[in-house]
């Protein structure tokens, strides 16, 4: 079934100019960009969409982070999209990323790990409606 999911391009993508190689690594994947916007998050909204991990020792550094620099916010659209757009990513740790998926060709370390993708349909629909009005989305 064709699903959507929610993608973030991070800020140590951003910085590198290396926004279109990862695009194409999602278009070549089978998805289509449905939405997309480059944004520049505030503390208060990246601590907000990663709440889940507020306990979790790397929850200020991930905020920080992700506040560092622009940020390109995407909603993915394709066959199975969640987890199409996963395999696409790879391993959240680069060293364990497979050959060919973003992080294993652009991405520094695990926190500097180039993109962000949602585990879950519902966690998609979720993070999709925290970015996008229903408008913002053309496919
Ligand atoms: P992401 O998919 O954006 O969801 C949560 C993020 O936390 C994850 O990608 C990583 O970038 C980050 N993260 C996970 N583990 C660590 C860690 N040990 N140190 C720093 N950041 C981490």
Redo the contacts with the bound molecule.
Sequence with gaps: TVERTLS?I?PDATRRNITGKINTVFEVGGLRVVGQKRIQLTTKQAGAF?EV?KD???YN??VTFMTSAPVVVQVLEGENAVARHRELMGA?NPEEAAEGTVRKLYAQS????SV??SDSLENAEREIAFFFAETEILP
């Design positions: 973030i991070k990663y991990h979790r020792p790397f550094e991930l959240t695990i926190g500097e790990n962000h993708g």
